[in-house]
Protein backbone atom coordinates (compact mmCIF):
# COMPACT_ATOMS: atom_id res chain seq x y z
CA UNK A 1 0.00 0.00 0.00
CA UNK A 2 2.95 2.28 0.46
CA UNK A 3 5.18 1.41 -2.70
CA UNK A 4 1.31 2.03 -4.86
CA UNK A 5 0.63 5.27 -3.01
CA UNK A 6 4.24 6.63 -3.36
CA UNK A 7 3.96 5.21 -7.15
CA UNK A 8 0.94 7.41 -8.18
CA UNK A 9 2.41 10.48 -6.51
CA UNK A 10 5.44 10.13 -8.97
CA UNK A 11 2.38 9.90 -11.24
CA UNK A 12 1.29 12.71 -10.54
CA UNK A 13 4.02 15.05 -10.11
CA UNK A 14 3.26 15.70 -6.41
CA UNK A 15 7.12 13.93 -5.44
CA UNK A 16 9.96 13.25 -7.23
CA UNK A 17 11.02 9.28 -7.81
CA UNK A 18 14.37 10.19 -5.27
CA UNK A 19 11.58 11.48 -2.76
CA UNK A 20 9.67 8.14 -3.05
CA UNK A 21 12.82 6.10 -3.11
CA UNK A 22 13.75 7.75 0.38
CA UNK A 23 10.31 7.63 1.81
CA UNK A 24 10.04 3.91 0.80
CA UNK A 25 13.00 2.89 2.75
CA UNK A 26 11.90 4.44 5.96
CA UNK A 27 10.42 1.88 8.12
CA UNK A 28 6.67 1.91 9.03
CA UNK A 29 5.59 1.48 12.85
CA UNK A 30 2.03 0.80 13.11
CA UNK A 31 0.05 2.46 16.37
CA UNK A 32 -2.40 0.34 17.59
CA UNK A 33 -5.77 1.86 17.11
CA UNK A 34 -7.51 3.25 20.33
CA UNK A 35 -10.71 4.97 20.51
CA UNK A 36 -12.52 6.49 23.57
CA UNK A 37 -15.99 4.79 24.12
CA UNK A 38 -18.06 4.88 27.05
CA UNK A 39 -18.92 1.70 29.09
CA UNK A 40 -17.67 -0.35 25.76
CA UNK A 41 -18.40 -3.59 26.56
CA UNK A 42 -21.64 -2.41 26.87
CA UNK A 43 -21.89 -0.66 23.91
CA UNK A 44 -20.74 -3.81 22.29
CA UNK A 45 -23.07 -6.19 24.03
CA UNK A 46 -25.76 -3.71 22.95
CA UNK A 47 -24.48 -3.33 19.35
CA UNK A 48 -24.12 -7.35 19.16
CA UNK A 49 -28.14 -7.28 19.59
CA UNK A 50 -28.59 -4.90 16.91
CA UNK A 51 -26.72 -6.41 14.72
CA UNK A 52 -28.47 -9.94 15.27
CA UNK A 53 -31.72 -8.13 14.75
CA UNK A 54 -30.68 -5.25 11.84
CA UNK A 55 -27.91 -6.42 10.56
CA UNK A 56 -24.26 -4.72 10.49
CA UNK A 57 -24.87 -2.54 7.39
CA UNK A 58 -28.25 -0.72 9.03
CA UNK A 59 -26.05 -0.56 12.57
CA UNK A 60 -23.18 0.79 10.71
CA UNK A 61 -24.77 3.24 8.27
CA UNK A 62 -27.81 3.45 8.72
CA UNK A 63 -28.25 6.26 11.54
CA UNK A 64 -30.15 4.41 13.90
CA UNK A 65 -31.07 6.39 17.14
CA UNK A 66 -30.75 3.90 20.42
CA UNK A 67 -31.92 4.31 23.92
CA UNK A 68 -30.27 2.38 26.72
CA UNK A 69 -31.24 1.24 30.05
CA UNK A 70 -27.49 2.28 31.37
CA UNK A 71 -27.50 4.88 34.07
CA UNK A 72 -24.00 6.44 33.51
CA UNK A 73 -23.57 7.85 36.79
CA UNK A 74 -24.46 3.92 38.29
CA UNK A 75 -21.39 2.66 35.16
CA UNK A 76 -18.67 5.31 36.43
CA UNK A 77 -19.12 3.88 39.95
CA UNK A 78 -19.09 0.34 38.75
CA UNK A 79 -15.72 1.11 36.48
CA UNK A 80 -14.28 2.94 39.30
CA UNK A 81 -15.03 0.04 42.14
CA UNK A 82 -13.34 -2.16 39.27
CA UNK A 83 -10.50 -0.78 38.75
CA UNK A 84 -10.08 -0.09 42.70
CA UNK A 85 -10.73 -3.69 43.68
CA UNK A 86 -8.07 -4.92 41.13
CA UNK A 87 -5.05 -2.39 42.03
CA UNK A 88 -6.24 -3.39 45.89
CA UNK A 89 -6.11 -7.14 45.12
CA UNK A 90 -2.53 -6.71 42.83
CA UNK A 91 -1.19 -8.67 45.96
CA UNK A 92 -3.43 -11.85 45.54
CA UNK A 93 -1.91 -11.24 41.63
CA UNK A 94 -5.51 -10.63 40.09
CA UNK A 95 -5.24 -8.80 37.17
CA UNK A 96 -9.26 -8.68 35.71
CA UNK A 97 -12.31 -8.12 37.30
CA UNK A 98 -16.42 -7.29 35.95
CA UNK A 99 -18.94 -5.88 37.83
CA UNK A 100 -23.28 -5.99 36.64
CA UNK A 101 -26.05 -4.03 38.18
CA UNK A 102 -29.53 -4.86 37.13
CA UNK A 103 -32.92 -3.13 38.44
CA UNK A 104 -34.66 -6.28 40.14
CA UNK A 105 -37.86 -4.48 39.29
CA UNK A 106 -37.69 -4.77 35.53
CA UNK A 107 -34.81 -6.38 34.76
CA UNK A 108 -32.84 -3.30 33.06
CA UNK A 109 -28.90 -3.31 33.10
CA UNK A 110 -27.72 -0.32 34.92
CA UNK A 111 -24.11 -1.22 34.95
CA UNK A 112 -22.16 -3.21 32.90
CA UNK A 113 -18.05 -3.25 33.56
CA UNK A 114 -16.72 -6.33 31.30
CA UNK A 115 -13.46 -6.34 32.36
CA UNK A 116 -10.98 -3.27 34.34
CA UNK A 117 -9.95 -1.89 31.01
CA UNK A 118 -11.13 -2.65 27.74
CA UNK A 119 -8.23 -2.05 25.81
CA UNK A 120 -5.46 -4.11 28.07
CA UNK A 121 -5.29 -6.43 25.08
CA UNK A 122 -2.37 -8.15 27.66
CA UNK A 123 -5.25 -9.19 30.32
CA UNK A 124 -7.93 -9.90 27.70
CA UNK A 125 -9.66 -6.51 28.30
CA UNK A 126 -11.86 -6.78 25.71
CA UNK A 127 -13.48 -10.05 26.85
CA UNK A 128 -16.70 -9.10 28.12
CA UNK A 129 -16.60 -10.94 31.42
CA UNK A 130 -19.77 -10.71 32.65
CA UNK A 131 -21.15 -12.85 29.79
CA UNK A 132 -18.51 -15.57 29.64
CA UNK A 133 -18.51 -18.58 31.61
CA UNK A 134 -16.79 -19.02 34.66
CA UNK A 135 -17.17 -20.95 37.81
CA UNK A 136 -19.33 -19.50 40.76
CA UNK A 137 -18.27 -21.23 44.11
CA UNK A 138 -20.27 -21.20 46.65
CA UNK A 139 -22.62 -18.05 45.39
CA UNK A 140 -24.74 -20.94 43.72
CA UNK A 141 -25.44 -22.23 46.88
CA UNK A 142 -29.06 -20.01 47.47
CA UNK A 143 -30.08 -21.30 44.12
CA UNK A 144 -29.67 -24.83 45.62
CA UNK A 145 -31.67 -23.80 48.87
CA UNK A 146 -34.04 -22.25 47.20
CA UNK A 147 -34.78 -25.19 45.81
CA UNK A 148 -34.61 -27.27 49.31
CA UNK A 149 -37.17 -24.80 50.38
CA UNK A 150 -39.59 -25.27 47.57
CA UNK A 151 -39.54 -28.92 48.85
CA UNK A 152 -40.88 -28.35 52.43
CA UNK A 153 -37.13 -27.74 54.06
CA UNK A 154 -37.11 -24.80 56.28
CA UNK A 155 -34.12 -22.58 57.45
CA UNK A 156 -34.80 -24.41 60.91
CA UNK A 157 -34.19 -27.84 59.61
CA UNK A 158 -30.84 -29.19 61.13
CA UNK A 159 -28.08 -30.49 58.99
CA UNK A 160 -25.12 -32.10 60.50
CA UNK A 161 -22.12 -31.03 59.54
CA UNK A 162 -19.42 -33.22 60.07
CA UNK A 163 -17.45 -35.24 57.16
CA UNK A 164 -19.47 -37.63 55.37
CA UNK A 165 -18.36 -39.89 52.74
CA UNK A 166 -21.32 -39.79 49.53
CA UNK A 167 -21.06 -43.07 47.34
CA UNK A 168 -21.87 -42.25 43.66
CA UNK A 169 -21.65 -44.33 40.70
CA UNK A 170 -17.98 -43.01 39.65
CA UNK A 171 -16.46 -42.69 42.85
CA UNK A 172 -16.44 -41.72 46.71
CA UNK A 173 -17.07 -38.29 46.87
CA UNK A 174 -16.01 -36.28 50.70
CA UNK A 175 -16.33 -32.82 50.59
CA UNK A 176 -14.73 -30.71 53.69
CA UNK A 177 -15.54 -26.68 54.81
CA UNK A 178 -13.42 -24.44 53.61
CA UNK A 179 -11.90 -23.62 57.08
CA UNK A 180 -11.14 -27.94 57.13
CA UNK A 181 -13.45 -28.48 60.70
CA UNK A 182 -16.67 -29.59 61.32
CA UNK A 183 -19.45 -27.46 62.75
CA UNK A 184 -21.67 -30.15 64.25
CA UNK A 185 -25.71 -29.89 64.15
CA UNK A 186 -26.10 -26.23 62.46
CA UNK A 187 -29.40 -24.96 60.64
CA UNK A 188 -30.03 -24.33 56.75
CA UNK A 189 -30.31 -20.63 57.61
CA UNK A 190 -26.69 -21.25 59.86
CA UNK A 191 -25.31 -23.86 56.95
CA UNK A 192 -25.69 -21.33 53.98
CA UNK A 193 -25.08 -17.95 55.85
CA UNK A 194 -22.01 -19.27 57.19
CA UNK A 195 -21.52 -21.26 53.65
CA UNK A 196 -20.48 -24.56 55.01
CA UNK A 197 -19.68 -26.99 52.00
CA UNK A 198 -20.23 -30.52 53.79
CA UNK A 199 -24.00 -29.46 54.56
CA UNK A 200 -24.60 -27.37 51.54
CA UNK A 201 -23.83 -31.07 49.59
CA UNK A 202 -26.19 -32.70 52.24
CA UNK A 203 -28.65 -30.50 51.27
CA UNK A 204 -28.24 -30.54 47.47
CA UNK A 205 -28.54 -34.91 48.37
CA UNK A 206 -31.86 -34.23 50.24
CA UNK A 207 -32.94 -31.87 47.26
CA UNK A 208 -32.41 -33.47 44.14
CA UNK A 209 -30.17 -32.54 41.29
CA UNK A 210 -32.72 -32.63 39.13
CA UNK A 211 -35.10 -30.34 41.17
CA UNK A 212 -31.96 -27.47 41.54
CA UNK A 213 -31.38 -27.37 37.55
CA UNK A 214 -35.00 -27.35 37.08
CA UNK A 215 -35.01 -24.23 39.44
CA UNK A 216 -32.08 -22.86 37.57
CA UNK A 217 -33.72 -23.32 34.34
CA UNK A 218 -36.41 -21.26 35.17
CA UNK A 219 -34.43 -18.57 36.90
CA UNK A 220 -32.79 -18.27 33.95
CA UNK A 221 -29.48 -19.88 33.66
CA UNK A 222 -28.74 -21.06 30.01
CA UNK A 223 -25.14 -23.25 30.30
CA UNK A 224 -26.44 -25.90 32.32
CA UNK A 225 -28.28 -28.15 29.82
CA UNK A 226 -25.97 -31.59 29.95
CA UNK A 227 -27.32 -32.55 32.85
CA UNK A 228 -25.18 -35.64 32.69
CA UNK A 229 -22.46 -33.30 33.92
CA UNK A 230 -23.59 -32.52 37.25
CA UNK A 231 -22.95 -34.23 40.48
CA UNK A 232 -23.24 -33.24 44.09
CA UNK A 233 -20.32 -30.81 43.41
CA UNK A 234 -23.09 -28.56 41.86
CA UNK A 235 -23.96 -27.02 45.21
CA UNK A 236 -20.00 -26.04 45.46
CA UNK A 237 -20.36 -24.32 42.23
CA UNK A 238 -19.09 -27.10 39.99
CA UNK A 239 -21.11 -25.75 37.01
CA UNK A 240 -20.11 -22.85 34.88
CA UNK A 241 -22.22 -19.80 35.12
CA UNK A 242 -22.63 -15.91 33.71
CA UNK A 243 -22.18 -13.33 35.92
CA UNK A 244 -24.71 -11.57 34.10
CA UNK A 245 -27.82 -14.36 34.55
CA UNK A 246 -26.41 -14.83 38.18
CA UNK A 247 -26.97 -11.72 38.93
CA UNK A 248 -30.16 -11.96 37.31
CA UNK A 249 -31.32 -14.98 39.07
CA UNK A 250 -31.20 -13.50 42.30
CA UNK A 251 -32.96 -10.29 41.32
CA UNK A 252 -35.96 -12.88 41.97
CA UNK A 253 -34.98 -12.79 45.43
CA UNK A 254 -35.37 -9.11 45.32
CA UNK A 255 -38.36 -8.98 43.67
CA UNK A 256 -40.32 -11.36 45.78
CA UNK A 257 -40.00 -14.64 43.58
CA UNK A 258 -40.40 -12.60 40.14
CA UNK A 259 -37.98 -11.68 37.48
CA UNK A 260 -37.90 -10.54 33.88
CA UNK A 261 -37.42 -13.59 31.47
CA UNK A 262 -34.28 -11.75 29.92
CA UNK A 263 -31.90 -9.08 31.11
CA UNK A 264 -32.60 -6.10 29.38
CA UNK A 265 -29.98 -3.61 27.56
CA UNK A 266 -32.32 -1.28 25.05
CA UNK A 267 -35.43 0.77 25.59
CA UNK A 268 -36.03 1.95 22.44
CA UNK A 269 -34.58 2.24 18.75
CA UNK A 270 -35.44 4.93 15.91
CA UNK A 271 -34.32 5.20 12.56
CA UNK A 272 -33.07 8.36 10.99
CA UNK A 273 -36.49 9.76 10.44
CA UNK A 274 -37.44 9.54 14.03
CA UNK A 275 -39.95 5.91 13.24
CA UNK A 276 -39.72 3.70 16.53
CA UNK A 277 -38.09 0.62 15.10
CA UNK A 278 -38.42 -1.11 18.46
CA UNK A 279 -39.30 -0.55 21.79
CA UNK A 280 -39.04 -1.98 25.39
CA UNK A 281 -41.40 -5.33 26.37
CA UNK A 282 -41.10 -6.26 29.59
CA UNK A 283 -41.97 -10.19 30.43
CA UNK A 284 -42.35 -10.96 34.25
CA UNK A 285 -41.73 -14.45 35.28
CA UNK A 286 -42.47 -15.72 38.49
CA UNK A 287 -40.22 -17.96 39.24
CA UNK A 288 -40.53 -18.60 42.83
CA UNK A 289 -43.29 -18.06 45.49
CA UNK A 290 -43.08 -14.31 47.65
CA UNK A 291 -42.80 -16.75 50.47
CA UNK A 292 -39.90 -18.73 49.39
CA UNK A 293 -38.12 -15.03 48.05
CA UNK A 294 -38.32 -13.72 51.34
CA UNK A 295 -37.17 -16.55 53.20
CA UNK A 296 -34.16 -16.22 50.71
CA UNK A 297 -33.97 -12.74 51.62
CA UNK A 298 -34.37 -13.38 55.39
CA UNK A 299 -31.28 -15.76 55.24
CA UNK A 300 -28.75 -13.49 53.10
CA UNK A 301 -29.52 -10.37 55.03
CA UNK A 302 -29.20 -12.04 58.57
CA UNK A 303 -25.38 -11.09 59.58
CA UNK A 304 -26.03 -12.66 63.01
CA UNK A 305 -26.79 -16.43 60.98
CA UNK A 306 -22.97 -15.71 59.60
CA UNK A 307 -21.37 -14.28 62.10
CA UNK A 308 -20.01 -17.37 63.43
CA UNK A 309 -17.78 -17.82 60.49
CA UNK A 310 -17.25 -14.31 59.11
CA UNK A 311 -17.10 -12.75 62.42
CA UNK A 312 -19.63 -9.60 63.09
CA UNK A 313 -18.30 -6.66 61.88
CA UNK A 314 -17.88 -8.24 57.63
CA UNK A 315 -17.58 -6.90 54.44
CA UNK A 316 -21.55 -8.29 53.35
CA UNK A 317 -23.40 -5.53 55.52
CA UNK A 318 -24.16 -1.88 54.76
CA UNK A 319 -23.68 0.95 57.29
CA UNK A 320 -27.28 2.94 56.89
CA UNK A 321 -30.20 -0.32 55.81
CA UNK A 322 -30.56 -3.93 55.26
CA UNK A 323 -29.25 -5.83 52.40
CA UNK A 324 -28.38 -10.02 51.23
CA UNK A 325 -25.18 -10.87 49.94
CA UNK A 326 -23.33 -14.52 49.39
CA UNK A 327 -19.98 -14.52 48.70
CA UNK A 328 -18.38 -17.63 46.56
CA UNK A 329 -14.43 -18.69 45.83
CA UNK A 330 -13.19 -21.85 43.42
CA UNK A 331 -10.25 -23.59 44.13
CA UNK A 332 -6.91 -21.11 44.08
CA UNK A 333 -9.09 -18.25 44.55
CA UNK A 334 -8.88 -18.57 40.68
CA UNK A 335 -12.10 -16.89 40.79
CA UNK A 336 -13.88 -15.09 43.52
CA UNK A 337 -17.23 -13.57 43.41
CA UNK A 338 -19.92 -11.37 45.59
CA UNK A 339 -23.85 -11.05 44.62
CA UNK A 340 -25.40 -8.09 46.68
CA UNK A 341 -28.80 -7.06 46.48
CA UNK A 342 -31.88 -4.53 48.17
CA UNK A 343 -35.26 -4.43 46.59
CA UNK A 344 -34.04 -1.81 44.69
CA UNK A 345 -30.57 -2.91 42.95
CA UNK A 346 -28.97 -6.12 42.60
CA UNK A 347 -24.91 -5.74 42.08
CA UNK A 348 -22.65 -8.86 41.26
CA UNK A 349 -18.66 -9.15 40.85
CA UNK A 350 -16.93 -11.19 39.67
Not at 144 to 159: E, M, N, S, W
Not at 230 to 251: K, Q, T, Y
Not at 318 to 329: C, E, I, M
Request: hydrophobic share 40%; charged share 25%.
Amino acid sequence: RQRLALDLMVDQGYVTREEADKAEGEKIVFRARQEKIFAPHFVFYVKEQLTSNYGEKIVEQGGLRVFTTLDYDFQKAAEKAVEEGVNKNKKFEATNASLVAVDPKNGEILAMVGAKDYFDTEHDGNVNVSTSLRQPGSSFKPIVYAAAFIKGYTPDTVLYDVVTTFKTEIKDYEPHNYDDREHGPVTMRQALAGSLNIAAVKTIYLTGIDRVLNLAEDMGYTSLGDRSRFGLSLVLGGAEVRLLEHVMAFSAFANDGVKNETPLSILKVQDKEGRVLEEVTYKPKRVLSKEIARTMDSVLSDNNARSYIFGVKNYLTLKDRPAAAKTGTTNDYRDAWAIGFTPQLVTGVW
